[in-house]
Nanobody, 122 residues
Framework: QVQLVESGGGLVQAGGSLRLSCAASGNIFRIDRMGWYRQAPGKQRELVATISGDRRNYADSADSVKDRFTISTDNAKNTVYLQMNSLKPEDTAVYYC??????????????WGQGTQVTVSS
């Protein structure tokens, strides 16, 4: 019954900004971790950022994700956000929401959204 739905992707020029949202719904008891991953064509899916409690983790890579992206949550809405600033063409990918969730039957599972396309043009 648990599902994740992403929104906020689109086409933007280099230097622009996008805000991704991911809302979890269904038979949720507790969300232990939420995060974002991305997958570019022909590439492996990679971590962008995660958040668990007060702990935030950003990918440490040459594209300086930590300097440009901010992950946050609205716990009352079971929603995670990814604010992306100073976007680069290298950020072009399908962005996937991920969550570690304990459901109403006390089962822990790893859930994925369908993905939202982010395209950054030069």
């Amino acid at each position: 019954q648990v599902q994740l739905v992403e929104s906020g992707g689109g086409l933007v020029q280099a230097g622009g900004s996008l805000r991704l949202s991911c809302a979890a719904s269904g038979n949720i008891f507790r969300i232990d971790r939420m995060g974002w991953y991305r997958q570019a064509p022909g590439k492996q899916r990679e971590l962008v950022a995660t958040i668990s409690g007060d702990r935030r983790n950003y990918a440490d890579s040459a594209d300086s994700v930590k300097d440009r992206f901010t992950i946050s949550t609205d716990n009352a809405k079971n929603t995670v956000y990814l604010q992306m600033n100073s976007l680069k063409p290298e950020d072009t990918a399908v962005y996937y929401c991920n969550a570690r969730i304990v459901d109403g039957r006390w089962r822990t599972g790893d859930y994925w959204g369908q993905g939202t396309q982010v395209t950054v043009s030069s």
